[in-house]
């Protein structure tokens, strides 16, 4: 698989230059994954998901990063977007009074076939189009339908990579059964998708994850691996045997998480 997302050595300081947010980081996100990026409060995850959409790139006091293979590293937030970067939920939508449909088409870089364009980007968040594309954005859409109408938006633009992050709990608004089936749909229509979130239950849908601590990324493999020594770190066993449970978690047997847990001196 292709390495859509290159991270190399990137450290991001803060605007004072005092300390260090992100330290060192390096890793690689393949071409059509979900990619989580997990760490607790504070680890540094939104800024790295900004610096990589090029909201304050100028942060970056070394270290690069590639995107399809070019250096983006000194390339502004406009340019990256044109080479297919799409950060969803960075802005809550608050264009009220645009129909859904107009606001879906304004990314939308060719006009042709507008109305089919839509009614995929909104299937792809499970709405039905005909009920949506007429309706208002105001408060009489529902929180997660107004996420998923912000997702379908950025879906429309066909990037190659969305970033969410999740600010204002623009997961939360979305049931998990239904983000599993938004996710792979997605998946299907060829983007990539680098998830940033603290939500470990919303990670599982992800096939690779990194470990954000801190600042450093401790850890990038599968995501199940991640996920075990981030519970291991945070001391949340019982936590993680329920999470990866659920994810049907074969390989991560009782003697696999004791082992992690054990590796980190909590057992
Ligand atoms: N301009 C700044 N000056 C000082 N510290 C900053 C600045 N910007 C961010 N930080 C600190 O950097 C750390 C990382 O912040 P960031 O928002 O990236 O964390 P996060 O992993 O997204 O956390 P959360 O899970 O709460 O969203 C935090 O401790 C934050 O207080
Ligand atoms: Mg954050």
Redesign the pocket.
Known sequence: MNILLELKNVTIP???QK?V??NNVSFEVREGSIHAVI???????????YTIMGLNSYRISQGKIYFDGIDITNMSLTERAKLGITLAWQEPARIDGLTVFKYITLGIKDKSNLQEKVKEALRTVNLEPERYYNRIIDETLSGGERKRVELAAAIAMRPKLIIL???DSGLDMIVIEDFLNIFNKIKALNMTILL?T?REDIGMVADYGTL?WR?DAILTDEFPIVMVKYCAKAGLKEFCKRALFKNGGKCFDDEYIDRIFREEGLL
């Open positions: 803060t605007l004072d300390c947010i992100v760490g607790p409060n504070g680890s540094g995850k939104s800024t790295l998901a992050d999740e600010p940033i603290h954000l600042g």
